[in-house]
């Protein structure tokens, strides 16, 4: 303390200053390896206004919910369920009622509604089943001012559809068909007039999925109905809801998981399953479908597909999305082209090169072939820290490039994705030049082939 208070201890000079919303150029500049110095991020302005364009920044919508209303719950007491369940609670519900055949008896069901009555809510559970007309009329009668209806129903009788009987066939579609029916039907005699009417359907019932023709067919009725209930004038909206990664059925069934691995789904988390449960809740029933424009271009905007993508692209061997020659989806393949010529895959030079390798391995032998690499690596390289490619020089030390540990797991990433095999951060660094590198991805590249072709 002493020798800061006589002035012997200074902050570190140069600063480079960068405001609140340009934090990633700050990092690009870092990356560089040129600065001396602080690179100092700097949060509000000598008013303290934050300095950060907010104008860039949408709020997020959120759910204003009566608190003297009821809102039932079909289904409900699983993972998803309970999940939109405190997102309702959070949000001003007061009175939840569950419709479900084995209602209160769940290994988590007194722990959950225990929770939630903590929360000030009150929970009333009705043992029966949505297919049953007479078990839908005593749930409702046991939601006065009933506002809201999630229809969360869900069971699974999967089989090869040869094989599939009609009793697996209306044990899956039922719940989704006939039970859809009997809420509509339910609150039109008892003359409710509900703000909102969430249908749980799945991407199945878009792209398919084997096994579950069943499942698929409840589901393409449920997006269906949405339109139906919606040209009535009512509230209505449906979830096309993909794999949730971290939360519900998909997440304890290690299996399924497994298998969405393999297929390269891209999974989504429970915030953005709670974030369309909320846009759903909040569409206008007035949104009428126009007569004069049926001959065009139709959208449903009370549809909400969730999760429709993959973790690598379409264009990569490795991807066994299910739905990739589907023409319907054509445009996934278009709208990615960007990102294969960019920072997640191969430039079309180093694509090519690889073609030609795949049917000739021998040209990996060759000192040219190792040359290219080189320059192909450098050149992502120098996307990753903005430099021009006429700078690049293969026999430069790494560091003198420019490369080290952030930019290193980016390489690592793209390095994964272009040549299909894996290599170290420390790897990466250790090589020494970009020459080695090329000789490296070369050499394996070669060893990979031939053990193809054995």
Not at 423 to 436: C, K, P, S, W
């Amino acid at each position: 303390m002493r020798n800061f208070e006589m002035g012997h201890i200074t902050p570190i000079r140069p600063t480079k200053v960068f405001d609140a919303s340009s934090i990633q150029d700050a990092f690009r500049h870092m990356q560089q390896g040129k600065h001396i110095g602080k690179i100092v991020i700097s949060m509000r302005g000598i008013d303290g206004s934050v300095k950060i364009d907010t104008a860039l920044v949408k709020t997020a919508k959120k759910p204003e919910l009566d608190s003297s209303a009821s809102y039932l719950l079909v289904g409900g007491l699983g993972g998803l369920g309970r999940a939109v369940s405190r997102h309702l609670v959070e949000h001003n519900a007061r009175r939840l009622v569950y419709l479900s055949r084995n209602a209160g008896t769940g290994p988590e069901d007194h722990d959950f509604i225990q929770e939630l009555e903590s929360m000030g809510c009150d929970i009333r559970l009705v043992r029966g089943s949505v297919t049953s007309k007479d078990d839908v009329s005593r749930a409702i009668q046991q939601a006065p001012n009933l506002k809201g209806i999630m229809q969360c129903s869900m069971v699974l009788r999967d089989q090869a559809f040869p094989r599939m009987s009609l009793s697996e066939w209306s044990t899956a579609a039922a719940p989704k068909v006939q039970g859809t029916w009997n809420l509509h039907n339910a609150t039109l005699a008892a003359s409710i007039q509900l703000d909102f009417f969430v249908l749980f359907s799945s991407m199945s019932g878009v792209i398919g999925q084997a096994g579950q023709a069943n499942y698929a067919g409840a589901n393409t009725f449920l997006d269906a109905f949405v339109q139906y209930r919606t040209n009535l004038g009512l509230a209505a909206a449906s979830i096309d809801i993909g794999a949730v990664q971290d939360v519900g059925y998909v997440s304890q069934d290690v299996t399924l998981l497994k298998r969405m691995t393999l297929a390269s789904a891209h999974g989504i988390t429970e915030p953005e399953f709670l974030e369309a449960i909320t846009a759903a809740m909040s569409f206008s029933p007035t949104d009428k479908t126009n007569p004069e424009t049926l001959g065009t271009e139709f959208v449903d905007r009370k549809t909400l597909v969730l999760g429709l993508g993959t973790a690598i692209p379409l264009s990569s061997p490795e991807s066994r999305a299910c739905w990739k020659k589907d023409r319907r989806m054509a445009v996934y393949h278009n709208s990615s082209k960007a990102t294969l010529d960019g920072s997640d895959s191969n430039s079309d030079s180093l694509k090519s090169l690889l073609a030609r390798a795949r049917s000739d391995a021998s040209m990996l032998k060759t000192d040219d072939t190792a040359a290219l690499l080189a320059r192909e690596i450098g050149k992502k390289l120098f996307s990753f820290l903005l430099k021009l490619d006429e700078d690049l020089n293969t026999s430069v030390p790494l560091s003198q490039l420019g490369m080290d540990s952030l930019v290193g797991v980016e390489m690592r990433s793209w390095w994964r994705q272009a040549f299909s095999f894996d290599i170290t951060v420390l790897e990466l660094m250790g090589m020494g030049t970009l020459d080695a590198l090329g000789k490296h991805a070369a050499e394996r590249l070669l060893k990979a082939l031939g053990n193809d072709s054995s």
